[in-house]
Protein backbone atom coordinates (compact mmCIF):
# COMPACT_ATOMS: atom_id res chain seq x y z
CA UNK A 1 0.00 0.00 0.00
CA UNK A 2 1.18 3.54 -0.94
CA UNK A 3 2.27 5.66 2.14
CA UNK A 4 2.64 9.12 2.90
CA UNK A 5 6.32 10.72 4.08
CA UNK A 6 5.39 9.85 7.70
CA UNK A 7 4.67 6.41 6.93
CA UNK A 8 0.67 6.46 7.57
CA UNK A 9 -1.36 5.06 4.39
CA UNK A 10 -3.62 7.18 2.19
CA UNK A 11 -7.34 7.25 2.89
CA UNK A 12 -8.92 4.75 -0.10
CA UNK A 13 -10.55 6.61 -2.74
CA UNK A 14 -13.66 5.09 -4.38
CA UNK A 15 -14.06 5.18 -7.95
CA UNK A 16 -16.08 8.65 -7.69
CA UNK A 17 -12.98 10.21 -6.75
CA UNK A 18 -10.79 9.27 -9.23
CA UNK A 19 -10.97 13.05 -10.75
CA UNK A 20 -8.95 14.19 -7.76
CA UNK A 21 -5.20 14.77 -7.59
CA UNK A 22 -2.92 12.34 -5.31
CA UNK A 23 -3.38 13.47 -1.27
CA UNK A 24 -0.07 15.22 0.22
CA UNK A 25 -1.70 14.79 3.95
CA UNK A 26 -2.16 11.66 6.08
CA UNK A 27 -5.58 13.71 6.58
CA UNK A 28 -6.64 14.15 2.73
CA UNK A 29 -8.50 11.92 0.18
CA UNK A 30 -6.80 13.74 -2.22
CA UNK A 31 -6.71 17.74 -4.00
CA UNK A 32 -8.90 19.76 -6.34
CA UNK A 33 -7.25 22.77 -7.25
CA UNK A 34 -6.54 24.80 -4.78
CA UNK A 35 -8.36 22.60 -2.03
CA UNK A 36 -7.13 19.86 0.43
CA UNK A 37 -10.46 17.53 0.27
CA UNK A 38 -10.66 15.95 3.41
CA UNK A 39 -13.51 13.56 3.08
CA UNK A 40 -16.68 13.03 1.59
CA UNK A 41 -20.36 14.23 3.04
CA UNK A 42 -22.87 13.15 0.52
CA UNK A 43 -23.39 12.33 -2.80
CA UNK A 44 -26.22 11.53 -5.26
CA UNK A 45 -26.94 11.10 -8.95
CA UNK A 46 -24.96 13.67 -10.66
CA UNK A 47 -22.61 15.28 -7.87
CA UNK A 48 -20.90 14.80 -4.53
CA UNK A 49 -19.68 16.59 -1.82
CA UNK A 50 -16.89 16.80 0.24
CA UNK A 51 -15.16 18.54 3.13
CA UNK A 52 -12.25 20.48 2.09
CA UNK A 53 -9.82 23.04 3.27
CA UNK A 54 -8.90 26.58 1.03
CA UNK A 55 -5.52 26.36 1.23
CA UNK A 56 -5.43 29.70 0.46
CA UNK A 57 -7.49 31.33 2.86
CA UNK A 58 -7.13 28.36 5.49
CA UNK A 59 -10.99 27.51 6.16
CA UNK A 60 -13.16 24.76 6.00
CA UNK A 61 -15.88 24.94 3.09
CA UNK A 62 -18.33 22.74 1.15
CA UNK A 63 -17.09 21.76 -1.95
CA UNK A 64 -19.77 20.30 -4.37
CA UNK A 65 -18.32 18.55 -7.89
CA UNK A 66 -20.37 17.26 -10.78
CA UNK A 67 -19.37 13.73 -11.17
CA UNK A 68 -17.33 13.09 -14.50
CA UNK A 69 -19.70 10.58 -15.96
CA UNK A 70 -22.66 12.66 -16.16
CA UNK A 71 -21.06 16.08 -17.36
CA UNK A 72 -22.08 16.36 -20.35
CA UNK A 73 -21.84 19.47 -22.23
CA UNK A 74 -25.66 20.39 -21.12
CA UNK A 75 -25.29 19.41 -17.28
CA UNK A 76 -22.15 21.14 -16.99
CA UNK A 77 -23.88 24.44 -18.04
CA UNK A 78 -26.42 23.88 -15.48
CA UNK A 79 -23.95 23.24 -13.03
CA UNK A 80 -22.21 26.56 -13.85
CA UNK A 81 -25.43 27.97 -14.21
CA UNK A 82 -26.31 27.34 -10.30
CA UNK A 83 -22.81 28.44 -9.11
CA UNK A 84 -23.21 31.97 -10.93
CA UNK A 85 -26.57 32.39 -9.94
CA UNK A 86 -26.06 32.12 -6.38
CA UNK A 87 -22.66 34.11 -6.10
CA UNK A 88 -24.48 37.02 -7.60
CA UNK A 89 -26.96 36.83 -4.67
CA UNK A 90 -25.88 38.26 -1.20
CA UNK A 91 -28.38 37.79 1.21
CA UNK A 92 -28.55 36.37 4.65
CA UNK A 93 -31.47 33.35 3.64
CA UNK A 94 -29.00 32.12 0.47
CA UNK A 95 -26.34 29.94 0.82
CA UNK A 96 -23.23 31.61 -0.19
CA UNK A 97 -20.57 30.28 -2.50
CA UNK A 98 -16.80 31.55 -2.70
CA UNK A 99 -15.82 30.32 -5.76
CA UNK A 100 -16.64 27.77 -8.76
CA UNK A 101 -14.59 27.11 -11.48
CA UNK A 102 -12.90 23.33 -13.76
CA UNK A 103 -10.56 21.43 -12.90
CA UNK A 104 -9.15 17.92 -14.40
CA UNK A 105 -12.16 18.50 -16.56
CA UNK A 106 -14.61 18.54 -13.45
CA UNK A 107 -16.85 21.40 -12.69
CA UNK A 108 -16.74 22.38 -9.19
CA UNK A 109 -18.14 25.41 -6.63
CA UNK A 110 -17.15 26.14 -3.13
CA UNK A 111 -19.78 27.13 -0.69
CA UNK A 112 -19.67 27.71 2.91
CA UNK A 113 -19.58 25.49 5.55
CA UNK A 114 -23.17 25.14 7.21
CA UNK A 115 -24.27 23.28 10.58
CA UNK A 116 -27.48 22.15 10.94
CA UNK A 117 -30.26 20.07 8.55
CA UNK A 118 -32.75 20.43 6.15
CA UNK A 119 -36.14 21.12 6.64
CA UNK A 120 -36.98 17.78 4.56
CA UNK A 121 -34.49 15.84 7.46
CA UNK A 122 -36.22 17.54 10.54
CA UNK A 123 -39.88 17.36 9.34
CA UNK A 124 -39.78 13.26 8.44
CA UNK A 125 -41.65 10.88 8.88
CA UNK A 126 -44.01 13.01 9.13
CA UNK A 127 -43.31 15.77 12.14
CA UNK A 128 -45.85 18.76 11.69
CA UNK A 129 -44.40 22.20 12.93
CA UNK A 130 -46.20 24.32 14.84
CA UNK A 131 -48.07 27.75 13.47
CA UNK A 132 -45.29 29.63 15.11
CA UNK A 133 -42.60 27.54 13.18
CA UNK A 134 -44.82 27.61 10.01
CA UNK A 135 -44.60 31.32 9.72
CA UNK A 136 -41.25 31.95 10.80
CA UNK A 137 -39.23 29.55 8.40
CA UNK A 138 -41.98 31.23 5.98
CA UNK A 139 -41.08 34.49 6.40
CA UNK A 140 -37.45 33.76 5.97
CA UNK A 141 -38.10 31.31 2.98
CA UNK A 142 -39.54 34.11 1.52
CA UNK A 143 -37.29 36.80 2.21
CA UNK A 144 -34.71 34.82 -0.01
CA UNK A 145 -37.14 34.30 -2.53
CA UNK A 146 -37.54 38.03 -2.32
CA UNK A 147 -33.67 38.58 -3.09
CA UNK A 148 -33.47 35.89 -5.69
CA UNK A 149 -36.75 37.23 -7.61
CA UNK A 150 -35.00 40.80 -7.42
CA UNK A 151 -31.97 39.73 -9.23
CA UNK A 152 -34.48 38.10 -12.11
CA UNK A 153 -33.52 34.96 -10.77
CA UNK A 154 -36.44 32.11 -10.44
CA UNK A 155 -35.36 28.79 -8.09
CA UNK A 156 -37.85 26.64 -9.28
CA UNK A 157 -37.03 23.97 -7.17
CA UNK A 158 -38.37 25.64 -3.60
CA UNK A 159 -38.98 21.79 -1.18
CA UNK A 160 -38.14 20.77 2.62
CA UNK A 161 -34.60 19.37 0.73
CA UNK A 162 -33.37 22.53 -0.59
CA UNK A 163 -34.17 24.80 2.50
CA UNK A 164 -31.30 24.73 5.61
CA UNK A 165 -32.40 25.05 9.27
CA UNK A 166 -28.81 26.64 10.33
CA UNK A 167 -27.95 25.55 13.92
CA UNK A 168 -27.77 26.84 16.69
CA UNK A 169 -30.81 29.19 16.15
CA UNK A 170 -32.29 27.33 12.78
CA UNK A 171 -31.90 29.90 10.48
CA UNK A 172 -33.12 29.28 7.01
CA UNK A 173 -30.18 29.20 4.24
CA UNK A 174 -31.93 28.56 0.50
CA UNK A 175 -29.70 25.78 -1.12
CA UNK A 176 -30.08 24.26 -4.49
CA UNK A 177 -30.02 26.77 -7.51
CA UNK A 178 -28.70 23.98 -9.78
CA UNK A 179 -32.34 25.07 -12.04
CA UNK A 180 -32.79 28.37 -11.76
CA UNK A 181 -33.69 30.65 -14.76
CA UNK A 182 -33.74 34.29 -15.67
CA UNK A 183 -37.33 35.70 -15.23
CA UNK A 184 -39.87 35.73 -18.28
CA UNK A 185 -36.64 34.24 -20.11
CA UNK A 186 -38.82 31.80 -21.97
CA UNK A 187 -37.05 28.72 -20.87
CA UNK A 188 -40.33 26.54 -20.28
CA UNK A 189 -38.56 24.28 -17.30
CA UNK A 190 -37.82 21.42 -19.82
CA UNK A 191 -34.01 19.84 -20.54
CA UNK A 192 -33.10 19.87 -24.30
CA UNK A 193 -34.49 16.48 -24.94
CA UNK A 194 -37.74 17.16 -23.74
CA UNK A 195 -37.66 16.33 -20.04
CA UNK A 196 -39.56 17.80 -17.33
CA UNK A 197 -37.25 19.36 -14.47
CA UNK A 198 -38.21 19.39 -10.46
CA UNK A 199 -40.07 17.86 -7.66
CA UNK A 200 -43.71 17.03 -9.03
CA UNK A 201 -45.17 16.87 -4.95
CA UNK A 202 -43.60 20.92 -5.10
CA UNK A 203 -44.09 21.51 -8.36
CA UNK A 204 -46.53 24.80 -9.69
CA UNK A 205 -49.18 23.65 -12.23
CA UNK A 206 -48.00 25.92 -15.22
CA UNK A 207 -44.09 24.11 -14.56
CA UNK A 208 -46.10 20.91 -14.97
CA UNK A 209 -47.25 21.89 -18.34
CA UNK A 210 -43.82 23.38 -19.55
CA UNK A 211 -45.30 26.72 -20.23
CA UNK A 212 -42.44 29.72 -19.49
CA UNK A 213 -42.30 30.34 -15.94
CA UNK A 214 -42.13 33.63 -13.92
CA UNK A 215 -41.29 34.42 -10.17
CA UNK A 216 -45.38 33.17 -8.85
CA UNK A 217 -44.15 29.20 -9.94
CA UNK A 218 -42.22 29.82 -6.65
CA UNK A 219 -44.81 31.22 -4.48
CA UNK A 220 -46.87 28.12 -5.25
CA UNK A 221 -44.02 25.68 -3.90
CA UNK A 222 -43.60 27.97 -1.05
CA UNK A 223 -47.44 26.75 -0.63
CA UNK A 224 -46.87 23.26 -0.47
CA UNK A 225 -44.00 23.82 1.76
CA UNK A 226 -46.36 25.87 4.39
CA UNK A 227 -48.95 23.13 3.69
CA UNK A 228 -46.17 20.16 4.71
CA UNK A 229 -45.16 22.05 7.32
CA UNK A 230 -48.69 22.75 8.79
CA UNK A 231 -50.18 19.13 8.34
CA UNK A 232 -47.60 16.82 7.98
CA UNK A 233 -48.56 15.86 4.50
CA UNK A 234 -47.88 17.10 1.23
CA UNK A 235 -50.60 18.50 -0.48
CA UNK A 236 -50.82 16.54 -3.75
CA UNK A 237 -50.10 13.03 -3.50
CA UNK A 238 -50.09 10.01 -5.69
CA UNK A 239 -48.31 6.59 -6.18
CA UNK A 240 -45.79 7.85 -9.10
CA UNK A 241 -44.81 11.44 -10.42
CA UNK A 242 -47.20 11.35 -13.32
CA UNK A 243 -50.04 10.49 -10.52
CA UNK A 244 -48.80 13.69 -8.81
CA UNK A 245 -48.74 15.98 -11.63
CA UNK A 246 -52.56 14.79 -12.45
CA UNK A 247 -53.21 15.84 -8.86
CA UNK A 248 -51.09 18.98 -9.40
CA UNK A 249 -53.03 19.39 -12.49
CA UNK A 250 -56.99 19.09 -11.06
CA UNK A 251 -57.33 18.75 -7.45
CA UNK A 252 -57.33 21.16 -4.72
CA UNK A 253 -55.69 20.03 -1.47
CA UNK A 254 -57.78 19.14 1.22
CA UNK A 255 -58.16 22.29 3.69
CA UNK A 256 -55.34 22.15 5.95
CA UNK A 257 -57.46 22.35 8.99
CA UNK A 258 -59.38 19.70 7.77
CA UNK A 259 -56.00 18.00 8.32
CA UNK A 260 -54.54 20.05 11.11
CA UNK A 261 -57.52 21.79 13.26
CA UNK A 262 -55.13 23.70 15.21
CA UNK A 263 -54.09 25.68 11.75
CA UNK A 264 -54.94 28.44 12.87
CA UNK A 265 -57.84 30.04 9.88
CA UNK A 266 -55.51 33.30 8.64
CA UNK A 267 -52.83 30.86 7.90
CA UNK A 268 -54.97 28.41 6.23
CA UNK A 269 -56.17 31.08 3.84
CA UNK A 270 -52.41 32.51 3.22
CA UNK A 271 -51.58 28.89 2.04
CA UNK A 272 -54.79 28.53 -0.20
CA UNK A 273 -54.07 31.43 -1.62
CA UNK A 274 -50.15 30.12 -2.33
CA UNK A 275 -51.42 27.32 -3.58
CA UNK A 276 -54.06 28.81 -6.61
CA UNK A 277 -53.92 27.13 -9.92
CA UNK A 278 -54.05 30.34 -11.62
CA UNK A 279 -50.84 32.46 -11.01
CA UNK A 280 -52.65 35.61 -10.82
CA UNK A 281 -54.57 34.27 -8.04
CA UNK A 282 -51.34 33.70 -6.05
CA UNK A 283 -49.84 36.92 -3.86
CA UNK A 284 -48.15 39.14 -6.49
CA UNK A 285 -44.79 38.76 -5.45
CA UNK A 286 -42.83 36.82 -2.59
CA UNK A 287 -42.20 40.53 -0.64
CA UNK A 288 -46.43 40.52 -1.21
CA UNK A 289 -46.43 36.99 0.50
CA UNK A 290 -43.84 38.00 3.26
CA UNK A 291 -46.07 41.20 4.39
CA UNK A 292 -49.48 38.96 4.94
CA UNK A 293 -47.13 36.35 6.82
CA UNK A 294 -45.91 39.15 8.75
CA UNK A 295 -49.80 40.36 9.37
CA UNK A 296 -50.77 36.40 10.21
CA UNK A 297 -47.57 36.57 12.36
CA UNK A 298 -48.89 39.56 14.50
CA UNK A 299 -52.27 37.61 15.35
CA UNK A 300 -50.00 34.44 16.90
CA UNK A 301 -47.20 33.71 19.78
CA UNK A 302 -44.15 33.31 17.09
CA UNK A 303 -41.75 33.21 19.99
CA UNK A 304 -41.27 30.11 19.61
CA UNK A 305 -37.49 28.35 19.16
CA UNK A 306 -36.93 26.66 15.52
CA UNK A 307 -36.13 23.38 14.64
CA UNK A 308 -32.48 23.10 14.22
CA UNK A 309 -29.81 20.80 14.05
CA UNK A 310 -26.32 20.82 16.06
CA UNK A 311 -23.80 18.89 13.80
CA UNK A 312 -21.45 20.73 11.76
CA UNK A 313 -22.65 19.22 8.25
CA UNK A 314 -22.87 20.52 4.77
CA UNK A 315 -25.71 22.23 2.62
CA UNK A 316 -26.31 19.20 0.49
CA UNK A 317 -28.99 16.17 0.60
CA UNK A 318 -28.14 12.68 -1.14
CA UNK A 319 -30.88 12.15 -4.38
CA UNK A 320 -30.78 8.53 -4.12
CA UNK A 321 -32.94 8.95 -1.04
CA UNK A 322 -36.47 9.65 -0.83
CA UNK A 323 -36.40 13.73 -1.22
CA UNK A 324 -35.50 13.74 -4.76
CA UNK A 325 -35.70 15.95 -7.40
CA UNK A 326 -37.42 14.07 -10.27
CA UNK A 327 -36.72 13.73 -13.86
CA UNK A 328 -39.70 12.80 -16.24
CA UNK A 329 -37.59 12.01 -19.09
CA UNK A 330 -38.26 11.30 -22.85
CA UNK A 331 -41.00 12.42 -25.44
CA UNK A 332 -43.89 9.89 -24.75
CA UNK A 333 -43.43 10.45 -21.15
CA UNK A 334 -44.09 14.61 -21.79
CA UNK A 335 -46.93 13.52 -24.51
CA UNK A 336 -48.66 11.47 -21.82
CA UNK A 337 -48.53 14.25 -19.59
CA UNK A 338 -49.71 17.10 -22.18
CA UNK A 339 -52.75 14.67 -22.78
CA UNK A 340 -53.69 14.44 -19.58
CA UNK A 341 -53.35 18.41 -19.01
CA UNK A 342 -55.04 19.59 -22.05
CA UNK A 343 -58.13 17.26 -20.08
CA UNK A 344 -57.59 19.44 -17.04
CA UNK A 345 -57.24 22.58 -18.81
CA UNK A 346 -58.48 23.03 -21.96
CA UNK A 347 -61.67 24.94 -21.11
CA UNK A 348 -59.36 27.70 -19.93
CA UNK A 349 -60.81 27.69 -16.36
CA UNK A 350 -59.17 27.06 -12.91
CA UNK A 351 -60.90 23.80 -11.63
CA UNK A 352 -62.27 23.78 -8.23
CA UNK A 353 -63.21 20.60 -6.05
CA UNK A 354 -66.26 21.30 -4.96
CA UNK A 355 -67.04 20.34 -1.51
CA UNK A 356 -67.86 17.06 -0.62
CA UNK A 357 -71.53 15.82 -0.62
CA UNK A 358 -72.94 16.23 2.95
CA UNK A 359 -76.39 15.02 4.14
CA UNK A 360 -79.55 17.48 3.74
CA UNK A 361 -79.12 20.37 6.01
CA UNK A 362 -82.23 20.91 8.13
CA UNK A 363 -84.52 24.05 6.67
CA UNK A 364 -83.09 27.18 8.14
CA UNK A 365 -79.95 25.72 8.79
CA UNK A 366 -76.49 26.62 6.62
CA UNK A 367 -74.86 24.34 4.94
CA UNK A 368 -71.86 22.19 6.68
CA UNK A 369 -68.18 23.21 6.17
CA UNK A 370 -66.74 19.40 5.56
CA UNK A 371 -63.85 20.58 7.97
CA UNK A 372 -66.16 21.24 10.66
CA UNK A 373 -67.24 17.85 11.68
CA UNK A 374 -67.12 17.33 15.34
CA UNK A 375 -67.15 21.06 16.54
CA UNK A 376 -69.67 22.65 18.42
CA UNK A 377 -72.06 25.15 16.83
CA UNK A 378 -70.42 28.87 16.21
CA UNK A 379 -72.25 31.51 18.97
CA UNK A 380 -74.93 33.47 17.04
CA UNK A 381 -73.00 36.46 17.16
CA UNK A 382 -70.27 35.11 14.82
CA UNK A 383 -72.78 33.66 12.43
CA UNK A 384 -71.95 34.94 8.73
CA UNK A 385 -75.49 35.35 7.92
CA UNK A 386 -76.66 38.68 6.83
CA UNK A 387 -75.53 41.27 4.46
CA UNK A 388 -71.69 42.60 3.94
CA UNK A 389 -70.17 45.88 1.74
CA UNK A 390 -66.62 46.24 0.86
CA UNK A 391 -65.12 49.36 -1.25
CA UNK A 392 -62.87 48.18 -4.27
CA UNK A 393 -60.33 50.47 -5.64
CA UNK A 394 -62.25 53.23 -7.69
CA UNK A 395 -64.46 53.45 -4.85
CA UNK A 396 -66.49 50.57 -6.76
CA UNK A 397 -68.78 48.56 -3.89
CA UNK A 398 -69.19 45.26 -3.97
CA UNK A 399 -71.46 43.21 -1.91
CA UNK A 400 -72.32 39.73 -0.52
CA UNK A 401 -75.56 38.38 0.90
CA UNK A 402 -75.43 34.92 3.14
CA UNK A 403 -78.33 33.53 3.60
CA UNK A 404 -79.62 31.09 6.36
CA UNK A 405 -80.23 28.41 3.95
CA UNK A 406 -76.28 28.29 3.52
CA UNK A 407 -76.95 30.32 -0.42
CA UNK A 408 -74.47 33.05 -1.09
CA UNK A 409 -75.41 36.25 -3.60
CA UNK A 410 -73.47 38.60 -4.55
CA UNK A 411 -72.53 41.63 -6.93
CA UNK A 412 -72.16 41.18 -10.76
CA UNK A 413 -75.02 38.34 -10.22
CA UNK A 414 -72.37 35.67 -7.94
CA UNK A 415 -74.11 33.09 -6.78
CA UNK A 416 -72.64 29.82 -4.54
CA UNK A 417 -72.94 28.02 -1.64
CA UNK A 418 -71.30 28.85 2.06
CA UNK A 419 -70.39 27.06 5.27
CA UNK A 420 -69.08 28.20 8.47
CA UNK A 421 -66.69 26.61 10.91
CA UNK A 422 -66.54 28.56 14.42
CA UNK A 423 -65.22 32.05 13.04
CA UNK A 424 -63.91 30.66 9.66
CA UNK A 425 -66.02 30.33 6.74
CA UNK A 426 -65.95 30.00 3.21
CA UNK A 427 -68.18 30.18 0.41
CA UNK A 428 -67.82 28.33 -3.14
CA UNK A 429 -69.97 29.95 -6.52
CA UNK A 430 -69.36 31.52 -9.52
CA UNK A 431 -70.74 35.16 -11.79
CA UNK A 432 -72.91 33.72 -14.45
CA UNK A 433 -71.97 33.46 -17.94
CA UNK A 434 -70.47 30.86 -20.05
CA UNK A 435 -67.33 29.32 -18.81
CA UNK A 436 -67.23 31.23 -15.66
CA UNK A 437 -64.46 29.93 -13.09
CA UNK A 438 -65.79 28.46 -10.31
CA UNK A 439 -63.97 30.88 -7.02
CA UNK A 440 -63.65 29.35 -3.71
CA UNK A 441 -62.73 31.85 -1.10
CA UNK A 442 -61.81 31.55 2.79
CA UNK A 443 -62.56 33.94 5.23
CA UNK A 444 -62.66 34.14 9.06
CA UNK A 445 -64.70 36.65 11.23
CA UNK A 446 -63.66 39.17 13.46
CA UNK A 447 -64.01 38.70 17.50
CA UNK A 448 -67.68 40.94 17.56
CA UNK A 449 -68.35 39.78 13.67
CA UNK A 450 -68.80 43.17 12.24
CA UNK A 451 -66.51 42.54 10.14
CA UNK A 452 -64.71 39.73 8.09
CA UNK A 453 -61.07 39.57 6.27
CA UNK A 454 -60.40 36.74 3.32
CA UNK A 455 -57.89 36.20 0.37
CA UNK A 456 -59.39 37.26 -3.13
CA UNK A 457 -59.22 35.53 -6.18
CA UNK A 458 -56.50 37.81 -6.57
CA UNK A 459 -54.44 37.08 -3.62
CA UNK A 460 -55.21 40.63 -1.64
CA UNK A 461 -56.63 40.95 2.08
CA UNK A 462 -60.08 42.41 1.29
CA UNK A 463 -62.38 43.82 4.78
CA UNK A 464 -65.84 43.48 4.54
CA UNK A 465 -68.49 45.36 6.77
CA UNK A 466 -71.49 43.97 8.18
CA UNK A 467 -74.57 46.03 7.23
CA UNK A 468 -76.83 47.06 9.60
Known sequence: METQPSGQPHPPQDATATFLSPPQAADEVGRLGPYRVLKELGRGGMGAVFLAEDTTLKRRVALKVML?????????????????????????????VYQAGEENGVPF???????????????????????????????????????????????????????????????????????ARGAGGGDPGLTGTGDILGTPAYMAPEQARGQPLDHRCDLFSLGCVLYRMATGRVPFQGDSAYAVIVAVASEEPVPPRAVNPDVPPALEALIESLLAKDPAGRPASAAAALAEMRRVAARLDTTEKLPSGDAETVAWRDESRGSRRFVIAGVAAVALVAVVLVLVF?????????????????????????????????????????????????????????????????????????????????????????????????????????????????????????RP
Not at 70 to 90: H, I, M, N, S, Y
Open 109 to 179: LTMELLAGKTLDEWLRPDRRATPAQVLTIGRQIAEGLAAAHAAGLVHRDIKPANIWLEAPKGRVKLLDFGL
Open 346 to 466: GRGRDPVKEPDAAPPAKAGAPAPDPSAAGEPPAPEVLKVVGTWDHTRTGGVKALLVFTDDGKVTGSEGFRGKWWQSGKSFGFAGAHPGKGAPTLKVKGDLDADGSTFRLVSPKGTIETWQR
Open 68 to 96: PHVAGDAARARFLREARAVAALKHDHVVT
